[in-house]
C-alpha cells in the first residue's frame, strides 16, 4: 500500500476522519456512510484481491467500495429491501468495471 494513497489535503490522516457524501450520492439507508469514508478505511487497511466483510451490509456501501478498489467482498443484510438495493447498485457498479476491463483489453 503506498501511503499517498489515504492522504487528505496532502497530509497524513488524523485520529479525526471528515467525510462528506458526494453531490450525487444518494441516500438510502438511516447509517449509511459516505463512499469516500469507506474508500479511504479500505485503501488504508487492505491490499488489492483481499477479502472485506460487511456483515450489516444495508445498501451496500462498504461493498461499492470494494469492487471499486478491485477487492473481494462478503456482506450479510437480514432485510430484503435493503439487499435489493445493494444487488442493484453492485450490479451497476460491476457492469461499469467490466466494461472498463473489456475497453483495456482491446487497448493491447
Request: proline letters at 3%; charged letters at 20%.
Amino acid at each position: 500500500m503506498n501511503l499517498q494513497d489515504c492522504q487528505q489535503n496532502n497530509s497524513n490522516p488524523v485520529n479525526l476522519l471528515e467525510f462528506g457524501f458526494r453531490k450525487n450520492e444518494q441516500r438510502i439507508h438511516d447509517a449509511q456512510k459516505p463512499l469516500d469514508l469507506f474508500e479511504f478505511l479500505i485503501k488504508l487497511t487492505t491490499c488489492e484481491n483481499q477479502i472485506i466483510l460487511d456483515p450489516f451490509m444495508g445498501s451496500g456501501t462498504a461493498a461499492i467500495a470494494a469492487v471499486s478498489l478491485n477487492r473481494n467482498y462478503i456482506g450479510f443484510e437480514i432485510n430484503q429491501d435493503f439487499c435489493q438495493i445493494a444487488n442493484e447498485r453492485l450490479n451497476k457498479i460491476i457492469n461499469i468495471k467490466e466494461k472498463q476491463y473489456v475497453a483495456n483489453t482491446l487497448l493491447f
